[in-house]
């Protein structure tokens, strides 16, 4: 990056800092703190997560833009999240700067009281569905009443759960829920131990791609976006790295656009799937998006907030109006630069 994009990438960060909206606690009204002196950026540490869910993620990690740009004054970190709770249990604990949900669980997180902002919209994914084993005598939502059913609570196929059981008036006390790990879910799906599963890409598409199990039941409507959320902390205090981050963030998305088979071949390299997998699931990933957190994602989120103070996950429906009021901070991906990064 040139030293006029550097000034260009401070002013423009300055100008977001002015503008998050209200609800943060740190660095609150505060425009972006001037580096060091002698430094190019406000931070020298930089971590963020990677995620078989999140393509783009994988992209920016495996072409190494984050790196580039940054040189020898940021150390660059990347955390593997094996979903979206443990996404958001990193940035509760300042594990990481900037994480990859749902973003129903970046709504969860934020109603209770996790102080989190949603920066961008990586990509509007089919991601979930309610599989049971091949042959298995449950053929629909109502014939999972009584059943063992594997979801991951906190994280998008669990609230996709909620929402498939609310389309014949069952309720979560209706089936015998095991919370159990994307991962394990899946293992747990094909060992028996459960009757039904509500899985995540790429590991469902994996499991009806080996024959072990099939959907029974898919709803794209059911699905939140995928949310890319950083801590307020981090924003008041590093709105340049936080800048910087989106920006490769739209790059990749050019890219995986541009290069669908290689974003696949990424993609099953990380998970360690078979190509055909990979490819089934960007297939059912939605890329060509406005990243721009807005009325689109309030407007799913409206309808999945009810559900959390329904099943017990927040307590009133105020948190969630308040969540829902303070969540998104659209200013970083509406001054999306991708052309900003090195190497452009």
């Known amino acids: 990056m040139t030293t006029r994009s550097r000034l260009t990438l401070l002013t423009a960060t300055a100008a977001a800092a002015a503008m998050v909206m209200t609800g943060c606690v740190a660095g609150e009204g505060q425009t972006a703190p001037e580096p060091a002196e002698g430094a190019e950026w406000s931070a020298t540490e930089l971590t963020l997560d990677f995620a078989t869910y999140n393509p783009l993620s994988l992209i920016i990690k495996e ?8 040189g020898d004054e940021v150390t660059v970190s990347w955390v593997q999240s094996a979903g979206s709770n443990k996404a958001n249990e990193a940035l509760r604990a300042g594990a990481i700067d900037v994480g990859s949900t749902a973003g129903s669980a970046a709504l969860l997180a934020r109603s209770n009281g996790s102080p989190i902002k949603t920066i961008d919209v990586y990509t509007q994914p089919n991601w979930a569905s309610i599989l049971v084993p091949t042959g298995s005598d449950i053929d629909s939502i109502d014939d999972l009443a009584g ?5 991951t609570k906190g994280t998008d196929p669990y609230f ?3 929402q498939a059981l609310a389309t014949e008036g069952l309720a979560l006390e209706d089936v015998q829920l095991q919370n159990l790990q994307h991962a394990d879910g899946k293992t747990a799906l094909e060992t028996g131990a459960v009757e039904a599963w509500s899985g995540l890409d790429p590991l ?8 072990s ?40 998305r050019a890219w995986a656009l541009e290069n669908p088979e290689e974003t696949a071949a990424i993609l099953a390299e990380v998970a360690g799937i078979e ?13 060509d998006i406005d990243p721009v957190p807005g009325q689109t994602q309030r407007d799913v989120l409206e309808i999945i907030g009810p559900i959390f103070v329904e099943s017990g996950d927040v307590t009133s429906q105020e948190q969630i109006d308040t969540a829902l009021e303070t969540l998104f901070d659209d200013t970083y991906a509406a001054a999306a630069d991708p052309d900003a990064l090195a190497g452009e």
């Open 63 to 70: 072409q190494g833009w984050l790196e580039d740009e940054l």
């Open 147 to 151: 059943r063992t059913v594997a979801a």
């Open 160 to 162: 996709f759960l909620l």
């Open 204 to 211: 469902l598409s994996t499991s009806v791609y080996n024959g």
């Open 213 to 252: 199990a099939e959907i029974i039941y898919d709803n794209v409507d059911f699905n939140s976006y995928g949310f890319l959320n950083a801590t307020e902390s981090f924003l008041a205090e590093s709105p340049d790295l936080a800048q910087l981050v989106v920006n490769a963030y739209e790059k990749a």
């Open 275 to 287: 190509v055909p997998i990979a490819e089934a699931t960007i297939e059912r990933t939605v890329i």
